[in-house]
């Protein structure tokens, strides 16, 4: 089986096979572009010493992959799982550049995560993790660079510590930013969060169903049979709302 980012990459080349007929006399300039859209501008990585409850260290591989911000700063998510890996925050950040630009959202694609299972850390150790992370990646993030959001396993409130560490990081270099808090998405309502914005992506699932069920004439959802790829919000709302 392919990894995600390679299966990104084949994804990529196919639809540049189907568009390249439009380009030519410029086919040079097209080629060029599908080939630095097949990897990311930067990826950062580096593994995270934390003092844990008991005193001891332990160290969990991070990642940040800013994929292309020809649109716009960088913009994705930070998910904390087992499961994450270089290739998949290569292919989500890919995946990212490509919805934005064809929702018209002036920003790039980008990705981040932690291999941990945040089941397995106490509330402080998380957060301990959380603010580590924003250390990492230094002046590699900001509203005007990069804006990280919720993913896998990280909310509201890890998006609270994340923000306050960037500001702390601030004001340690005497750095003044017009609104610091555009760095991170995904914060509380207090924060400056936007409702709804927990809910937003399962949601507009439901939503995209709903109209698809007016679409074909059908005359209530039960006709209908989906697939959900994936275990994040959106599967949680799907089994929420059935």
Not at 200 to 219: C, H, P
Request: aromatic share 8%.
């Amino acid at each position: 089986m392919k990894n995600p980012h390679a299966n990104a990459v084949a994804q990529l080349e196919k639809v540049a096979q189907l568009l390249r007929k439009e380009y030519q006399g410029q086919e040079k300039s097209f080629d060029a572009i599908i080939n630095r859209l097949k990897e990311p501008d930067v990826v950062h990585q580096d593994k995270l010493a934390i003092t844990m409850d008991d005193g001891s260290t332990q160290k969990f591989q991070a990642y940040r992959s800013q994929h292309n911000n020809a649109r716009g700063p960088y913009k994705g998510g930070i998910r904390f799982h087992p499961n994450v890996s270089l290739d998949e925050v290569k292919a989500l950040s890919t995946w990212m550049t490509w919805k934005c630009a064809v929702t018209g959202i002036p920003y790039g694609g980008g990705k981040g995560g932690v291999v941990v299972d945040p089941k397995k850390l106490s509330k402080k150790e998380l957060e301990k993790l959380s603010r580590a992370y924003v250390d990492f990646l230094g002046d590699h993030i900001g509203a005007w660079v990069d804006v990280p959001a919720p993913d896998v396993n990280t909310t509201g409130e890890i998006m609270s510590w994340m923000v306050d560490q960037y500001q702390k990081n601030l004001s340690k270099k005497g750095l003044i930013q017009e609104n610091p808090l555009a760095a991170f998405t995904g914060k509380p309502i207090a924060l400056g969060g936007s409702e709804g914005r927990n809910e937003a992506t399962g949601l507009g699932g439901v939503m995209v169903l709903e109209k698809l069920v007016e679409k074909m004439g059908f005359q209530n959802k039960n006709q209908v049979t989906i697939a959900v790829q994936g275990f994040g919000n959106v599967w949680l709302l799907v089994c929420q709302t059935r």
